[in-house]
């Protein structure tokens, strides 16, 4: 499995795992060590999590196959993200949904991350979403303490514009190794908006979320999800690879700022396809094609 190399100490599997769905999936603990066993098989050594996914429940869940495989830790990157405020059971005090990265929030967070995940430190921790409200002074601090404390290893951010990744890096010291975006066949906003320009112009590889659209890429029923599937079929067909999920991923893979697609299925044949798109070269035509396809113009 290739890696990418966020800092001197981070590499990342170029294929990440998501956990968000976790809580909807049939797995105990001992298939969650099992699927931590397989993705290693594959090479994909790092993990994504967020404080709030599955109610706030996914981080506890898989922090006991930790527990119970403390020897997995040391082969693995795990990712956490913060500064999104859910209503629920879990977090009685929360009266609305808002957004919170203050530096209260961010440590307290991060420190119930590790103590959910049965880890001491954190490889990577993100601000969730950008805040309204966001003060790049507490964002700072707050890095500041987690990385001196020894508690998280690197800091990113996830959904922030341009301005607003270069707004919290002006305060910081460290640098802000990722931005983890919503980039895929079916979705072309950073190829527009300077997110991918800046990654390549900064060396900071982002991360893809709904790498495949969420599905849509194999159900959805309107022109645009239709075209894309046509497209990626006769590039399957064209290049004799398994699935066109396979081709989607090369999509993405292919792009110079070395785009890391976040997968987060289930399934393991899902997941072993991810990991063979690593082997996937398009051409440049068969890029364009699925491009286009998209309704991405050539002027």
């Not at 109610?55 to 196959?65: N, V």
């Not at 785009?259 to 070269?281: E, H, W």
Request: charged residues 20%.
């Amino acid at each position: 499995m290739q890696q990418v190399a966020l800092t001197e100490q981070l590499h990342l599997s170029r294929i990440v795992y998501g956990w968000w769905r976790l809580m909807s999936w049939d797995m105990d603990t001992k298939a969650i060590e099992q699927r931590l066993e397989e993705c290693l098989a594959l090479g994909i050594t790092s993990h994504d999590h967020a404080d709030i996914y599955g109610d706030y429940l996914c981080e506890a869940s898989f922090g006991k196959a930790l527990k119970n495989r403390p020897d997995l830790r040391q082969k693995i990157q795990l990712i956490s993200k913060c500064g999104i405020q859910l209503v629920s059971p879990q977090r009685p005090h929360h009266g609305r949904k808002n957004y919170d990265t203050t530096y209260a929030h961010i440590v307290a967070s991060a420190e119930q991350s590790l103590k959910y995940l049965n880890t001491e430190f954190l490889d990577l921790l993100l601000i969730h979403r950008p805040d309204p409200l966001m003060d790049a002074d507490d964002i700072a601090r707050a890095f500041e303490h987690l990385k001196t404390s020894g508690k998280v290893g690197a800091f990113g951010v996830s959904n922030f514009s341009v301005s607003e990744f270069n707004l919290v890096q002006s305060r910081l010291s460290l640098p802000l190794v990722t931005n983890q975006i919503e980039v895929s066949v079916l979705h072309h906003a950073s190829f527009h908006d300077g997110s991918l320009d800046q990654a390549q112009q900064l060396k900071r590889a982002p991360m893809a979320w709904s790498a495949l659209a969420g599905g849509r890429l194999f159900s959805g029923n309107d022109a645009q999800a239709r075209q894309v599937r046509q497209a990626l079929e006769q590039t399957a067909t064209d290049i004799g690879a398994a699935s066109i999920d396979q081709i989607a991923l090369a999509w993405l893979l292919k792009h110079p700022a070395h785009i890391m697609p976040i997968v987060g299925s289930q399934s393991l044949a899902r997941i072993k396809a991810a990991s063979d798109s690593l082997n996937v070269t398009l051409s440049r035509d068969q890029w364009y094609n699925i491009w286009e396809a998209a309704g991405g113009e050539l002027p």
